[in-house]
Every structure is written in structure tokens, then in C-alpha cells.
């Protein structure tokens, strides 16, 4: 059972980026998923949240919300962040990450399951 990130570049200031994470092999009811980024020296930050049991459940931190956008190809079996208006400050490593909880326990409870990461870098 993995996460599979990909879509991860490089990108100038202001442009657009969609990265994907792949869930294909989850039982995908009652799942929340998230995005988190790290960079060098600094903690882990989760920048969008989703519930992937349907309905239109997300959350975004303040430094991301609306630019970025949290969705998921429920059939496929990924989620996706759309990430607009790129700034250097959004140059980090990203994780996707999962857990079988209910949303209200989303953020809360411990994440289960990391995908490996993909660098973005904004220039």
C-alpha cells in the first residue's frame, strides 16, 4: 500500500503547476488525504486537505488559499493539487499523505501512509 506523487518542476513566478498523488491501491471510503510541502530545516506544513468519501469537503491553509486547489479523480483514484500563482516561497519538497479517518478527525489523528515526495521549485 503506497502513494505515489508525480508532477513535481520547476516553474517561473506566477505560473501553474498540478501535481497528483496516486492512491490506487487504498480501500478509498473514509479516507482524508493531504498535501503537505517541507522545506530544508523547516517542519512539515499541510497545505490542503481533503475527504475523499465524497461531497466537496477541503481545507487550505492561509499561504494557499486561493491559489491552490485540492481535487480528486474519484474512479482513478488520485488526488491532485493545482497550484496557481506560484510564488518563490512555494518552493518545497511535496508530500501526499493519507489516513482512514472521518474528516472530523482529519488533521487530528495520525497520518498513516506518505508517498515518497516531488520537488517544486519556483523561480
Known amino acids: 500500500v503506497q502513494l505515489v506523487e508525480s508532477g513535481g518542476g520547476s516553474v517561473q513566478a506566477g505560473g501553474s503547476l498540478r501535481i497528483s498523488c496516486s492512491a490506487s491501491?487504498?480501500?478509498?471510503?473514509?479516507?482524508?488525504m493531504a498535501w503537505f510541502r517541507q522545506t530544508p530545516g523547516k517542519e512539515r506544513e499541510v497545505v490542503a486537505s481533503?475527504?475523499?468519501?465524497?461531497?466537496?469537503?477541503?481545507w487550505y491553509a492561509d499561504s494557499v488559499n486561493g491559489r491552490f486547489n485540492i481535487t480528486k479523480d474519484g474512479g482513478r483514484k488520485i488526488v491532485y493539487l493545482q497550484m496557481n500563482n506560484l510564488r518563490p516561497d512555494d518552493t518545497a519538497v511535496y508530500y501526499c499523505?493519507?489516513?482512514?479517518?472521518?474528516?472530523?478527525?482529519?488533521?487530528?489523528?495520525?497520518?498513516?501512509?506518505w508517498g515518497q515526495g516531488t520537488q517544486v521549485t519556483v523561480s
Open positions: 481533503l475527504d475523499s468519501d465524497g461531497g466537496d469537503l477541503t
Open positions: 491501491m487504498f480501500t478509498y471510503s473514509r479516507l482524508c
Open positions: 499523505a493519507a489516513a482512514h479517518v472521518t474528516w472530523a478527525q482529519c488533521g487530528k489523528a495520525p497520518w498513516e501512509y
